[in-house]
């Protein structure tokens, strides 16, 4: 029996290109997102860039380990959570934004916001994407930014309910199917708004609104989200659902993390959203060499 892997060798025929204020992604190859948490009380670490100068620090060592995106939020989304004010999301986010720019101009910002005023601001100094978790459906404004910003992209994701509720026995009879019927509203959505495919990523929302099972058949079927011709984002890092497959903290769960990357690469994702930059540029430099000098 051939090995699986050499039945699979990713072969990238449509190239994805994605336009952020004049910053340009080619998806040739995944694409890492780093994970900035500005909030006190992160799943994943705790409050530990909640202060300025951390979080800072921990940007500039992503960019370095090869982070081509860093998503920064002021909310916390984890399930049972509830909204931030807006006031105190613009203090967390804001000055980081701005510090980041001042000293990386190329560098592409993502907002992770579902309020327009929180994106407005974040757009105005300096960021490049807008990472809204409600797909546009908490907040009308956001539309109206969209369109005052038409080169900015937009990341819609699936949820089913709020991050209070999200978790409160999710159901689906087909969670990949009822997954595209949304992104297909959603894409629907901001085409008659104005909004062009071409500015739309989709993130199939792991562990937000999902169990386990949900979460694992996702990943079994990754390959059928590309039926949409736009970019697809992956993030699924250290969440708790791995912790079901292996006993784990979230910062213990690397391996889990590693392994849906890698499974990200071999469905031709564009992007992968994660908290351990270097490990995962590392990774898929590795498969790119192996598969780039097979193509040659």
Do not use: W
Not at 34 to 54: H, K, M, R, V, Y
Not at 234 to 263: C, D, H, M, W
Request: glycine content about 6%; some cysteine.
């Amino acid at each position: 029996m051939m090995n699986m892997f050499a039945q699979s060798v990713p072969v990238r025929n449509e190239v994805l290109r994605l336009s952020c204020r004049g910053k340009r992604l080619t998806f040739e190859h995944p694409v890492v997102m780093g994970i900035i948490n500005a909030t006190p009380d992160s799943f994943s670490d705790g409050g530990q860039f909640f202060e300025l100068q951390d979080a800072l620090s921990h940007a500039f060592k992503m960019i370095e380990s090869g982070a081509q995106i860093i998503d920064i939020g002021g909310e916390t989304t984890k399930p049972n959570s509830d909204p931030t004010p807006e006031a105190e999301e613009l203090r967390r986010v804001i000055p980081l934004i701005e510090k980041i720019r001042e000293r990386e101009s190329s560098v592409i910002i993502s907002i992770d916001t579902n309020k327009s005023k929180v994106a407005a601001k974040a757009l105005e100094q300096g960021a490049d994407i807008i990472n809204d978790i409600s797909s546009l459906r908490f907040d009308e404004g956001m539309v109206d930014l969209l369109l005052d910003y038409p080169d900015v992209p937009i990341i819609l994701m699936h949820m089913q309910g709020t991050p209070r509720t999200m978790q409160a026995n999710p159901q689906y009879d087909d969670v990949v199917s009822e997954i595209k019927t949304f992104f297909s509203e959603r894409i629907s959505y901001c085409l008659s708004k104005g909004i062009a495919q071409d500015r739309i990523v989709l993130d199939p929302g792991i562990g937000f609104g999902k169990n386990i099972e949900h979460n694992l058949e996702i990943l079994r079927r990754l390959d059928e989200f590309h039926t949409f011709g736009v970019p697809i984002l992956l993030g699924a890092s250290r969440k708790r659902f791995i912790n079901r497959i292996y006993p784990s903290e979230p910062q213990g769960r690397i391996v889990g993390s590693l392994a849906i990357t890698a499974l990200a690469y071999y469905n031709k994702i564009q992007i992968v959203r994660v908290h351990d930059v270097l490990e995962h540029v590392q990774l898929l430099k590795t498969f790119n060499a192996i598969y780039d000098q097979g193509r040659e």
